[in-house]
């Protein structure tokens, strides 16, 4: 069944400490994205990438970071250092465009809610 | 800097009215423009996207250069097309990068 797939599905943690929320697709898609979805603020880019062992910090990049070690794998972690991580977050792959007429057509995950606690 | 801007937080409409949802955008270079929608309890998802030119579900958007602008319209709302709506962006001719950006959404509520 092929997908993008996040988990876990809801996190806690305390106040301090690091967590990291993981992402895996088999879609064979070279791109992918994270997202941070509040409400009236739609989706927020943290970090993208379009290649194995490269990556791109997005719009709200301070006090998140990434791996992409393997292209189906781009797990994140938010640290101590970010001052508000409670928030849903959302992950998506997509093809990267070689050419115009190429669809680039995000999937996305179902997404991890993460509560500090 | 790309911006995606949908000014409505809210759209309420009856059944077989109009709809429109706003989406504007700021970007220097060639654009290309989505809209994704997320029903409830379902992943968020594509509905159309500029360069196809297609009617998806009755939805139909045009780009508007000169307005930077990308409206999706459907000219009778149905119950099921409540949901929330989302406008991206995402350059053409980036050099390699697929930045891909969202506005705030709209959520659009159909009444019986």
């Known amino acids: 069944d092929g997908g993008i797939t996040q988990s876990p599905k809801y996190l806690f943690r305390k106040e301090g400490q690091n967590v990291t929320l993981s992402c895996e697709q088999n879609l064979n898609h070279d791109a992918m994205y994270w997202y941070r979805q509040d409400p009236g603020q739609g989706l927020r880019l943290i970090y993208y990438s379009q290649i194995v062992n490269d990556f791109q910090k997005g719009d709200i990049a301070e006090g998140y970071s990434v791996s992409r070690e393997k292209k189906e794998s781009f797990p994140l972690t938010v640290t101590s250092a970010q001052k508000n991580p409670t928030a849903f977050y959302l992950c998506a792959s997509s093809k990267n465009r070689d050419m115009v007429a190429v669809s680039t057509e995000a999937f996305f995950g179902q997404g991890t809610r993460l509560t500090v606690v | 800097a790309q911006r995606v801007t949908q000014p409505e937080k809210l759209l309420s409409v009856f059944k077989g009215a109009p709809v429109e949802l706003k989406c504007n955008y700021s970007y220097s270079g060639s654009p290309e423009l989505f809209w994704y929608v997320q029903y409830s309890r379902q992943r968020l998802q594509l509905l159309l996207r500029?360069?196809s030119r297609e009617s998806i579900k009755g939805f139909t958007a045009d780009l508007n250069k000169g307005e930077t602008s990308f409206h999706l319209k459907k000219p009778f709302a149905q119950e099921e097309d409540s949901a929330m709506y989302y406008c991206a962006l995402q350059p053409l001719f980036s050099g390699g990068y697929n930045k891909l950006i969202f506005g705030a959404g709209t959520r659009l509520a159909v009444h019986p």
């Open positions: 500029h360069i």
